[in-house]
């Protein structure tokens, strides 16, 4: 009996998992005879905190007088099903599976659970994931209750009485639980411990209103391994398209039976019953007798168990095998993203892919379509059977997702038919509203559920491509735009040594005082650059380098060395400011100082003072390597920023700061006012107790490094 009350708990969880509700089970006096199973939020929450419980003991001493399940609002708004469960000892048992809201009602169930327990938790989040009872799935629900009941009967048996229940007990835990589940085996298992059935057999879906027979076990039965059907041939055909259990007595000279007799099959009786399977479908269980013209009410009840048993078994497998099956997805994401991080190379990344696009899908081709900027090529990289029209596909790709703005908003994968006639999916490779370009893959003959699993994984790969290309295409072009500066910068010694010695100190000078600062290292890097272009103009520079930082910090330094009124120096970026200084220091190594001489900015001083350091440094250590790079400055994290009391908008203000923006770029960045982002600054400094940016980047890395030590 022990056994057979655990059993009845892993079913309980079976089913509940399954249907996202919580499952309790209570006799004839409102006790429960098993524990509450499942997890559903707005039950859990009702029996916690509410009177959930006492309603459904409450409800369960009255005389339902019901044979199906029904549903019934325990509450205003909320429901459970409700499911008779007669055992041969006449016991009423009830099972009690919710809460479920009905279709439309969400908004007032909201204010009623408001009105009763409060704002807290949040009712709309709850609501929303919680199951709905539509007009629809009525049926769908009644239905997976009927089987769970008869599942719940066979485990409350007298087992003192009914010495075959030890061994169902233990059929049932083998078939739903255990990964040794076999169809043939527990046909088998029927046929040899049932005297009821001669044969049986499953019949299940094979393509569109097509059926098979999959399983044939019995005397003579063989035969019928492998026959086709139609939706309404036959009795096979007509419990497929009725979804309604059924029998037929005396059928040796029924034309129906003609079916069975010319693959030299002759039944006497046949029971069919439907089993809906994971994915949707329908199959159907069948058995009868060679012998007996009668069908006893016994075989029904030994035929509704079965069918009860194995559509449980076959949808916890089928579950299982999809988990499995979405595990295994999801590995390869992992793995993918792995690749793509490690190989940021954009042929390489197309190549993964079409690779993995196509070996999902199992379909014909895949093929990735890039367009260039101006518009006016494509390049294809592509894999499988590619089609003789695809030229003509491609232009019809790229005017459909390039040309027209109502499909360049699309990000999601959609399903085109092509003229050919072979169904392609299409998916956008989207960056930041920029389409990078179009994965096609070809997905073949798939069915609907099929089509809905590939679309959601390759929507996911192409995100990840996309991001993948973008990383790629910024690596290739700050490769373009490192080489193309380093060439402006070696062209300088070829004209003018002379400047070329100084662009070059002026360099490293400011190399070594960003990094003193703690600033991150791309910033560095294009401190250092502008530094050694410094000989030509910000205009020259921005035709060479458009997509560069480095024109802008040329630009902005030299007006504040020149004292450019249109631009104030604490509202410029700290890169421009250290190119100003080291410019001055450069052209006037004495009188640096005076260029700055309406500016009272405690940098000057920062700077004055590395000066010191770094002459008695050369004095003291002239025999040690040159120092290496110090560490970059790591964004302040959040047990810094709660320290510091900044707000949200102050918190993103400062790391743009950090990052070495100015005022302009940062009212760009946050789309807000320039103005406001004066004000923002103001505040920063203020609450770190700091007179500009670069003791406020020097106090966020004191504090992360206190914080890190401590």
């Known amino acids: 009996m022990r056994e057979n009350t655990e059993l009845l708990e892993e079913l309980q969880q079976v089913y509940a998992e399954r249907l996202g509700l ?5 006799d004839a006096n409102g006790e429960r005879i098993s524990s509450i199973a499942g997890d559903n939020d707005l039950c859990s929450y009702l029996l916690e905190h509410g009177d ?10 009255w005389e339902w007088n019901i044979t199906r399940p029904t549903f019934y609002d325990i509450l205003p708004g909320i429901y459970f099903l409700v499911i008779p469960v007669n055992n041969d000892q006449g016991k009423p048992y009830l099972v ?3 809460a479920m809201i009905e279709e439309g009602t969400q908004r007032l169930t909201q204010q009623q659970l408001h009105q009763q327990y409060g704002s807290e938790p949040s009712w709309e989040d709850m609501l929303t994931k919680n199951p709905v009872i539509k007009p629809e799935n009525k049926s769908w629900w009644i239905h997976r209750s009927d089987k769970l009941s008869q599942l719940i009967h066979m485990c409350l048996q007298d087992y003192t009485t009914y010495s075959e229940g030890e061994g169902q007990a233990q059929l049932l835990r083998k078939s739903i639980f255990s990964e040794e589940f076999s169809i043939d085996g527990l046909l088998d298992y029927f046929l040899t411990h049932k005297k009821e059935f001669d044969y049986l057999g499953l019949a299940e879906v094979e393509g569109e209103e097509q059926y098979k027979i999959t399983r044939a076990l019995g005397e003579d039965s063989r035969h019928l391994q492998g026959v086709r059907f139609a939706l309404g041939e036959g009795f096979l055909g007509r419990a497929a398209i009725t979804k309604e259990a059924d029998y037929w007595e005396d059928i040796a000279n029924n034309p129906r039976s003609y079916f069975f007799h010319r693959h030299h099959f002759y039944p006497k009786t046949i029971t069919c019953f439907p089993i809906h399977r994971y994915d949707g479908s329908l199959a159907v269980l069948f058995g009868g007798s060679l012998s007996n013209g009668q069908v006893s009410s016994r075989a029904m009840e030994t035929g509704e168990f079965l069918s009860a048993m194995l559509e449980a078994s076959l949808y916890t497998h089928d579950l299982q095998k999809e988990n499995n099956h979405q595990l295994n997805r999801l590995s390869s994401l992992v793995e993918i993203c792995k690749l793509m991080a490690a190989t940021p190379d954009l042929k390489r990344i197309l190549y993964i892919l079409v690779d993995i696009s196509m070996n999902l899908a199992e379909g014909p081709f895949s093929t990735v379509i890039l367009r260039n900027n101006a518009g006016d090529k494509v390049q294809l990289v592509s894999r499988g059977d590619v089609p003789s029209k695809i030229k003509e596909y491609v232009r019809e790709v790229v005017q459909r997702h390039y040309g027209t703005t109502t499909m360049r908003n699309v990000t999601e994968a959609q399903l085109y038919n092509t003229s050919w006639g072979t169904t392609v999916m299409e998916c956008p490779l989207m960056h930041r509203q920029e389409l990078l370009g179009v994965l096609c893959v070809g997905v073949g003959d798939s069915s609907d559920q099929q089509l809905k699993e590939h679309q959601t994984f390759l929507h996911t790969l192409a995100i990840i491509g996309a991001v993948s290309l973008q990383l790629a295409k910024q690596e290739q072009e700050a490769e373009n735009i490192s080489s ?24 490293a000078l400011a190399g070594d005082f960003a990094r003193h600062m703690g600033l991150p290292a ?25 997509d560069s930082k480095v024109p802008n910090l040329v630009a902005e330094g030299k007006a504040l060395l020149e004292g450019n009124k249109r631009i104030v120096w604490d509202e410029a970026s700290i890169g421009s400011q250290i190119f100003a200084l080291v410019a001055a220091f450069t052209d006037d190594r004495n009188g640096w100082e005076s260029y700055f001489s309406g500016v009272e900015e405690s940098i000057i001083k920062e700077f004055r003072d590395f ?14 390597d040159e120092a290496g790079p110090g560490p970059d400055l790591v964004v302040a994290d959040h047990a810094v920023k709660e320290q510091m009391n900044l707000s949200p908008r102050e918190q993103e203000v400062l790391e ?3 990052k070495g923006l100015n005022n302009r770029e940062i009212a760009e960045k946050l789309y807000i006012s320039g103005h406001t982002v004066k004000n923002h600054v103001t505040k920063i400094f203020q609450k770190l107790e700091v007179p500009d940016r670069a003791h406020a980047i020097s106090k966020v890395y004191q504090l992360k490094y206190q914080n890190n030590n401590s």
């Open 52 to 61: 959930l419980w006492c309603q459904i003991q409450e409800a369960a001493v």
């Open 611 to 624: 000066l010191k350091e770094s002459q008695t440094s050369e004095q003291e250590f002239t025999l040690n």
């Open 522 to 546: 791309p910033l560095v890097n294009d401190i250092v650059t502008s530094c050694q272009l410094s000989y030509y103009s910000a205009e020259f520079l921005k035709e060479m380098l458009a």
């Open 656 to 658: 743009l700061v950090i």
């Open 96 to 98: 009690w599976a919710g």
């Open 484 to 507: 193309q500066a380093d060439a402006l910068f070696q062209a300088i010694s070829q004209f003018d040594e002379e400047a070329f010695g100084k662009v070059e100190s002026s360099g």
């Open 22 to 26: 919580t499952i309790m089970i209570t």
